[in-house]
């Protein structure tokens, strides 16, 4: 199953279900979801078609911090419409904030979790061999800073890889009642806009230590948000 954001992450999927249906004759079906969200989409990163069908790819590093190890730095990820939102809110952490962000489009956290408990139970049966990776650990090993992810989903779908990530990992989700309203005040009501992914983002930072509480504070009041605003799981 699969949750794409872009036209080439579709085009790889519809490719590889033609295949593996058609020529392979496997017996298998495809689960996609499209949205009718009008929006520029950006072009395929070289390589990436084989991520793409794993459920996770790198689309675009932060910029780099050779110079300041130390500088702050998080792993974005997002997949749906919402993956646009989480890459402006990259671009928020670097403007307002000093924060290097690298970028992850994640197409299936469903196949992602697949991946991971099949790793798990072969490493599991296999105690003596050298263990094997799952592909989320696989993208993130190498990275370093807090993962915040978000999608159009509640909570629980993007927390099915958290069993396979070793540092903190924070989920913004739609839980939440059905209502109707323009999808920028929806996203804003279920907190899972750029705004929100760039205040998760810094309180995760501070949580680890690498910036100060007060920065959070001082974004809540930049971008406008309501301390007192209802649950939106509540409501």
Known sequence: SYDP?????????????????????EDIFYYITVMNENYEHPEMPAGAEADILKGMYLLRRGQSSDT?????????????????????????????????????GCPSFTELARD??????????????KAKRSHVEACLGDTRGPIIAATDYV???????R???????????TDGFGRSDTREKLRHF??????WVTVAAL????DDGKIERSKVAEAIAKYGIDVNKPNPATV
């Open 203 to 206: 309180k995760a930072l501070a």
């Open 5 to 25: 954001s872009f036209q080439y992450e579709v085009a790889v999927i519809v490719q590889d279900g033609l295949r593996r249906m058609y020529q392979e004759q």
């Open 155 to 161: 909570r629980m779908f993007a927390e099915q890889i």
């Open 68 to 104: 300041n190890p130390a500088a702050p730095r998080v792993q974005l990820l997002g997949s749906g419409t919402i993956f646009r939102e989480v890459i402006a809110a990259a671009e928020l952490l670097k403007s307002d904030w000093g924060v290097d962000a690298d970028l992850w």
């Open 190 to 195: 279920f907190e899972v806009d750029r705004r």
């Open 116 to 129: 991971g408990y099949d790793v798990q139970r072969w490493n599991l049966l296999n105690p003596t061999a």
């Open 163 to 173: 069993p396979f990530l070793d540092r903190r990992y924070v989920v913004l989700g």
